[in-house]
Structure formats: C-alpha cells, structure tokens
Nanobody, 124 residues
Framework: QVQLVQSGGGLVQPGGSLRLSCTVSGFTLDYYHIGWFRQVPGKDREGFSCISKEDDTTYYAESVKGRFTISRDKAKKTVYLQMNSLRPEDTAVYYC?????????????????WGQGTQVTVAS
C-alpha cells in the first residue's frame, strides 16, 4: 500500500524555521517525484516545490525560492522541506504528494498519492 506520512509543522515566529518530513511506504523514492503543496482556507492548493525521482533536480515556486529547501534521503525513504525565514503568509496546511508521471515538469500537476497534511502557523 502506497502511503505518505508527514511530520513536523507547528507554530513559529516570523523569521523562524521549521522542517517538515514526508516518509513514504509501499514504494521507493526511485519511482515517484515528491512535491510539496500548501493550502489556505478559501484558496486553491498551491504546489511550490518538487524533487525528482531520478536525481536531485529540484523546483521551487517564486514564493518560496531562496527560503525553502527540498531534499531527500533515499535510505530513509523520506523527503524533507526545510523552511527558513518564515513569513505570516506562509501559514497554511502543508501536504506532500507523490507523482508517478515520467516527466518531472508534471510533478505538481499530476500527484497520485497525498500525505495527511500538517499545519504550519507563522505568528508572533
């Protein structure tokens, strides 16, 4: 059974840091690109980062570029999202998702399996 289990998140002050983890089971990171999404109530879910299943190629949306870092540990079957310089507008429920598509460029458009989501709140 393909599953993604998230951990991390919570409350942090503006300018602070958090690390989210996404641990997969039922498959290895060689077969799925892993993307990160976030959603604020009343708004569309935003896909903002992805790491390739084939190598360590990464993608970041402009909204997080330079502040967030996606990485993976294949042995631990875990993808990480290091979030630095957090802003109140980063407050959202964060999701990881696995995409089986062959094309890395479709990582955030064709997710197949979702993590359970975790709340990140940036407030003083």
């Amino acid at each position: 059974q393909v599953q993604l289990v998230q951990s991390g998140g919570g409350l942090v002050q503006p300018g602070g840091s958090l690390r989210l983890s996404c641990t997969v089971s039922g498959f290895t990171l060689d077969y799925y690109h892993i993307g990160w999404f976030r959603q604020v109530p009343g708004k569309d879910r935003e896909g903002f980062s992805c790491i390739s299943k084939e190598d360590d190629t990464t993608y970041y949306a402009e909204s997080v570029k330079g502040r967030f870092t996606i990485s993976r540990d294949k042995a631990k079957k875990t993808v990480y999202l290091q979030m630095n310089s957090l802003r109140p507008e980063d407050t959202a429920v964060y999701y990881c998702a696995a995409a089986a598509t062959r094309l890395f460029t479709q990582c955030l458009q064709l997710p197949n399996v979702w993590g359970q989501g975790t709340q990140v709140t940036v407030a003083s």
